[in-house]
T-cell receptor, first 114, second 118 residues
Framework: QKEVEQNSGPLSVPEGAIASLNCTYS??????FFWYRQYSGKSPELIMS????GDKEDGRFTAQLNKASQYVSLLIRDSQPSDSATYLC??????????????FGTGTRLLVSP | EAGVAQSPRYKIIEKRQSVAFWCNPI?????LYWYQQILGQGPKLLIQ????????DSQLPKDRFSAERLKGVDSTLKIQPAKLEDSAVYLC????????????????FGPGTRLTVL
């Protein structure tokens, strides 16, 4: 079982729709969760972080966390063609040294059609 | 605030040659990371520094890869000798976090270096 699992997609949605991206993780001790957006040929860009169960909203983005189910999701409302990118889920895992290590999923490719 | 800087942006070498990448983190960020991202995969952590000390290098192929962070600021990652399978994007990231923190650790990435090994 991978530490962080995502459906590779592509997830295709029409412009204006809600895109729902999902992620599951295996380490129950993880406490910090992130979503990065990566355009083709570019580096990952942090768009959302979430640390508590429930929803966190930032503009058109909503991150949802359910620690009991070990599940993180990202909703993008009013999807735009410019949202077409790969979305990486990342989960912090605490190491024995006391430091944290960020583990990434393989990413979900989102395609928003005009 | 300036972001993470990396150079070069692109590098093409032949197998068995050596190559070095440079990274300058965001000012004040204590922790620096080097990741390898192969096409179609998520970034994989190679090495993590806290100031100038190594925190984790468990996934660094130490027979060919080396990294240092002198003076706790800039860092270099070297590959010697390179193999075909080292073709990837090498990403540098930095964060404010220090040990003992359980929440947070937002990491910010540089533009990356795309390495092609022929």
């Amino acid at each position: 079982q991978k530490e962080v699992e995502q459906n590779s997609g592509p997830l295709s949605v029409p412009e204006g729709a809600i895109a729902s991206l999902n992620c599951t993780y295996s380490d129950r001790g993880s406490q910090s969760f992130f979503w990065y957006r990566q355009y083709s040929g570019k580096s990952p860009e942090l768009i959302m972080s979430i640390y508590s169960n429930g929803d966190k909203e930032d503009g058109r983005f909503t991150a949802q966390l359910n620690k009991a189910s070990q599940y993180v999701s990202l909703l993008i409302r009013d999807s735009q063609p410019s949202d077409s990118a790969t979305y990486l889920c990342a989960v912090n895992r605490r190491m024995n040294t006391g430091f944290q290590k960020l583990v990434f999923g393989t990413g979900t490719r989102l395609l928003v059609s005009p | 605030e300036a972001g993470v800087a990396q150079s070069p942006r692109y590098k093409i070498i032949e197998k068995r040659q050596s190559v070095a990448f440079w990274c300058n983190p965001i000012s004040g960020h204590a922790t620096l990371y080097w990741y390898q991202q192969i096409l179609g995969q998520g970034p994989k952590l190679l090495i993590q520094f806290q100031n100038n000390g190594v925190v984790d290098d468990s996934q660094l192929p130490k027979d060919r890869f080396s990294a240092e962070r002198l003076k706790g600021v800039d860092s270099t990652l070297k590959i010697q000798p390179a193999k075909l399978e080292d073709s990837a994007v090498y990403l540098c990231a930095s964060s404010l976090v220090t040990s003992g923190v359980t929440i947070g650790n937002e990491q910010f990435f540089g533009p990356g270096t795309r390495l092609t090994v022929l």
